[in-house]
């Protein structure tokens, strides 16, 4: 098990591949915490895993508010002692052409996929640094980290502002054996699946 003694934080992980990802965190050992708006379904998830012979608990968290946040990470680590991982996966899509654009959509975009990345990482790394194991933050990124497509200018600005932010942190942590990097949803897809083939299953 990769991951055993791990505590590990992933947003938007009571669906889609944030829950994929917890599943794989849990079956590598990690202590998982699933954050999500959706507590109902956050807890879903983490019924799951602990039916399945995992830990995890779940967090009502919206990644745009600052107190909400604070309080999730504070009550993991009243849980689990620490927090060794952060997975910043919650975001949404929005499409228009750029003139379409309602303002508030905009903000709404970067509030979630940059203010979420930013305000969980400010959050989680104190514990990482005091904690003396290091640790490591993950920023969900795409594509679109690199390339652009139309009507997904807010989307697109903020998979790119994932990278500055790694960037910072990966300089800011290496003292304190902290890591950032910012991964493909893609890559993670290629991988869950040829982890299935391998296994004679498609499924994380």
Known sequence: MKLKGKSAIVTGAASGIGKDIARVYAREGAKLAIADL??????????EIRASGGQAISIA???????????????VVATFGGVDILVSNAGIQIVHPI??????EWKKMLAIHVDGAFLTTRACIPHMYKSGRGGSIIYMGSVHSK???????PYVTAKHGLIGLAKVIAKEGAAHGVRANVEGARALRRRRDQEGDAQGDRRW
């Open 61 to 75: 968290m919206d990644v745009t508010d600052e107190r909400a946040v604070n309080d999730g990470v504070a009550a």
């Open 38 to 47: 959706n507590k109902d379904a956050a807890e879903a998830t983490a019924n």
């Open 147 to 153: 390339e652009a497509s139309v009507l997904k200018a």
């Open 99 to 104: 003139e379409e654009f309602g303002y508030a």
